[in-house]
């Protein structure tokens, strides 16, 4: 609906909310009305202002050998800004999840020993609570009915053989670093394309997309879990909260990280100390291996975006690689053979002084045996 009057165009969406009047007639539509309002309009702050991602909490914790995991509490926003609120630890049976549905041949009565790998995701549900007559006048007591007069929010928990779908996340593609072929050097003619200096069709000339909709149930993923299946039961073996999971990127979030990670630097001048000597030991490391760390580059500059908890850990194990093991040899010389392979070691320009210096030891040392020999001598003629 448009409204071209008085030299303007208004148009109109689709949020109405009730507006009342005295002696207006309400019925159970205008509450509904009034409902579905509030709800929409706080699900659109949510997706439009925050996205939607794990909150906090929400950890999975499971030991190796049991039959069941835990989901601890937290909150998580899905694609259509719904709130998926776990206020107490959530303890998931596995074989209730992955056994309930009773066959002609029972998948856990399977005597094979294997493993399988299953994905923890969380996804937002409610349901219809809480009873009561409904009042219906001239009806007689056979005419009486219930219906439900609340909702309530909750969650459902689901072990998925595939990571759950999401919505994209809108950019400019190819990007800046792909349209410059990854190299260090940025040319001047593509940044400039990408900037829209000339076209004026560039990523200057761009507003923030919106998020793409989201339609159907959208769960989030929480943990990899590989379950071992052995004589017809079903046991965690390994549960990790991997990189895919997604964080809100909240203002809780990143105080939690900096904190983390530069807590009690105290004064600018310590953290300027600090950095400067962190990077002056990420570049050492980089050249002693090299080889090593390329091959294990496969940290994914997106996650700072996403999840930057496991963004830092990545580039923790980056750079923490241990060094290439020295093969094994002879054992280490002892005594005179240790000595003469460590002058024999020493730098060109070390060992004459050295070897001088022993001489000069082995000389004073015939000297003093010789006046010795010479004062017991004369000592034996005088008796």
């Known amino acids: 609906m448009n409204d071209s009057t008085k030299g303007k ?24 009305a009034e409902q579905q ?28 050998g049991e039959e069941w995991i835990t989901v601890k509490p937290g909150l998580a926003l899905d694609c259509h800004g719904n709130e998926i609120m776990v206020c107490e630890p959530s303890k998931l049976n596995l074989a209730s999840l992955l056994c309930a549905s009773p066959t002609a041949v029972d998948p856990c009565e399977e005597k094979s020993t ?8 969380i996804c937002y549900k409610e349901r219809a609570t809480d009873q009561v007559p409904v009042y219906t006048p001239g009806g007689g007591c056979e005419d009486k009915a219930c219906e439900y007069a609340r909702v309530q929010e909750g969650f459902c928990l689901k072990l998925l053989t595939s990571l759950p779908s999401s919505p994209k996340i809108s950019q400019i593609a190819p990007s800046l670093y792909e349209q410059n072929g990854g190299r260090e050097e940025l040319s001047h003619k593509i940044l400039s394309d990408f900037m829209g200096l000339e076209t004026k069709a560039g990523f200057c000339d761009y507003s923030v997309p919106c998020p793409e909709c989201c339609s159907g149930e959208h769960c989030l993923y929480l943990a990899t879990l590989i379950i071992v299946k052995s004589g017809g039961t079903r046991k965690v073996s390994t549960v990790e909260m991997d990189s895919n999971r997604r964080y809100v990127l ?16 105290g004064k600018f001048s310590s953290l ?20 090593i760390n390329d091959a294990k580059d496969n940290v994914d500059i997106r996650l700072f975006s996403t999840n930057p908890i496991a963004a830092v850990c990545a580039l923790g194990n980056y750079y923490l690689d241990p060094p290439l093991p020295t093969p094994p040899g002879p054992p280490p010389p002892q005594g005179l053979a240790a000595s003469a392979q460590a002058m024999q070691a020493a730098p060109p320009a070390m060992a004459p002084n050295v070897m001088e210096e022993i001489q000069k030891l082995r000389d004073e040392i015939a000297e003093l045996k010789g006046a010795k020999k010479g004062r017991s001598n004369g000592g034996g003629k005088h008796a």
């Open 37 to 64: 309002y509030h709800l929409a309009k706080r699900r659109l702050l949510n997706k439009m202002l925050h996205g939607w991602g794990i909150v906090c909490g929400l950890e999975v914790e499971g030991k190796e």
């Open 114 to 121: 294997e493993s399988n790998t299953y994905y923890v995701a």
């Open 9 to 32: 165009q208004c148009e109109y969406n689709t949020f109405k909310r009730t507006r009342y009047f005295h002696g207006m007639l309400l019925s159970d539509q205008d509450f509904i």
């Open 272 to 291: 300027l100390k600090f950095g400067y000597n962190l990077l002056k030991w990420i570049k050492a490391r980089i050249s002693e291996t090299p080889a």
């Open 250 to 265: 909240t203002a809780q979030l990143g105080m939690y990280v900096f904190n983390s990670l530069l807590g009690g630097a």
